[in-house]
């Protein structure tokens, strides 16, 4: 395990909710608002704790992601584990099905959908994946979809801060390839088969222009990334299986964050990894778990885990949100020494 970073560098706070895991997390306007989700959907203003909105219509639904529109600070789009997606345009208030993309599969099945939100000059694009691998967009998020978008099975797919998103998708060529667009899949440019990822967990992908991080769960090689858009590959061998993955360009150096749940042990750690240099935990589950007296719903093993980081950057500083089995956290993290 690496060491922990300095404390000088590294601020934690628990953003709540006490006794609940959170599943996915997502923040819009650099911060300003924070919205998290589990059995039950909470949100934050800039700085504040979590609390309960009134999510009338997601009563009993399971969230999976989270979307925000940062032009639009009512509307929220989650997806759950067994009712499709939902939307709401009233701040949280309600939610209503936005299942159109249904109608275009097979057996018109009730599967497990993943949300993305891709921001552009003139609003913000929903992507939507099942769990089976089909990808849908939508221009007017949610109300329409369009889609399967690429030939299924689609893996994992990823908002590019730089512009666009990136998929990894399984061709007919053999192994997986990185899928980018930047006009909201009217046109993809792929990569060559590149073939690293063995099994069949979930994928996690973080994408940052031309560097792309990703690892397979359970995957006990580390994380795999390159840095000229998927022509080369390297591997962060320290990060082993990882459970979610983040990307920072900061003060001219690329920054890896990663989820890491060692089973045996029931912890869990975020660990930051410079790209070629050093790696270094900043946020130990068990620590923060034993110093606020926190449990999950059922106290049981798994309280380390983390299931979604999701990374902004600000004056000098790196914030990461860390939805985990006991709540969310907010860890800052000043990267010049």
């Not at 997502?26 to 919205?35: I, L």
């Not at 899928?179 to 590149?194: K, L, T, Y």
């Not at 031309?210 to 022509?231: C, I, K, L, N, Q």
Request: negative net charge; glycine residues 14%; charged residues 25%.
């Amino acid at each position: 395990m690496p060491p922990r970073l300095s404390h000088d560098r590294v601020s934690v706070e628990h953003l709540g909710p006490a006794g609940e895991a959170m599943f996915a997390v997502a923040c819009a306007r650099a911060g300003e608002r924070t919205v998290a989700g589990g059995t039950r959907l909470y949100a934050a203003a800039e700085h504040g704790p979590l609390a309960p909105l009134e999510a009338a219509g997601l009563e009993s639904h399971e969230i999976t992601t989270i979307a925000l529109d940062p032009h639009d600070a009512e509307r929220i789009a989650v997806g759950t584990r067994l009712g499709g997606a939902f939307r709401s345009i009233d701040g949280g208030a309600t939610f209503h099905e936005i299942n159109g993309w249904r109608h275009r599969e097979p057996g018109n099945v009730t599967v497990p959908f993943l949300l993305v939100a891709e921001p552009h000059a003139s609003g913000t694009r929903l992507w939507g994946r099942t769990r089976t691998g089909a990808l849908y967009r939508s221009e007017d998020f949610g109300s329409t979809w369009l889609g399967p978008v690429l030939t299924p099975p689609v893996a994992a797919v990823a908002r590019d801060a730089a512009g666009g998103v990136v998929a990894i998708h399984f061709g007919r060529r053999g192994g997986e390839q990185l899928a980018r667009s930047e006009d909201g899949g009217r046109g993809w440019r792929m990569s060559e088969p590149i073939g690293r990822l063995r099994g069949d967990g979930a994928v996690q992908l973080a994408t940052l222009g031309p560097v792309t991080a990703m690892a397979r769960d359970g995957e006990s090689a580390g994380v795999f990334y390159s840095t000229d858009s998927g022509v080369t590959w390297d591997v962060a061998r320290a990060l082993r299986e990882p459970t979610a993955l983040a990307l920072a360009e900061e003060d001219g150096q690329l920054a890896l964050y990663a989820a890491l749940f060692l089973e045996g042990e029931d912890k869990g750690v975020v660990v930051r990894q410079v790209l070629g240099g050093d790696a270094h935990v900043v946020l130990d589950i068990d620590h923060e778990r034993a110093a606020r007296t926190l449990a999950g719903p059922d106290d049981s093993e798994g309280e380390g885990r983390v299931h979604e980081l999701v990374v902004s950057r600000a004056g000098g500083l790196t914030t990461l949100l860390a939805a985990t089995q006991v709540g969310v956290f907010r860890v800052v993290v000043r990267t010049a020494p």
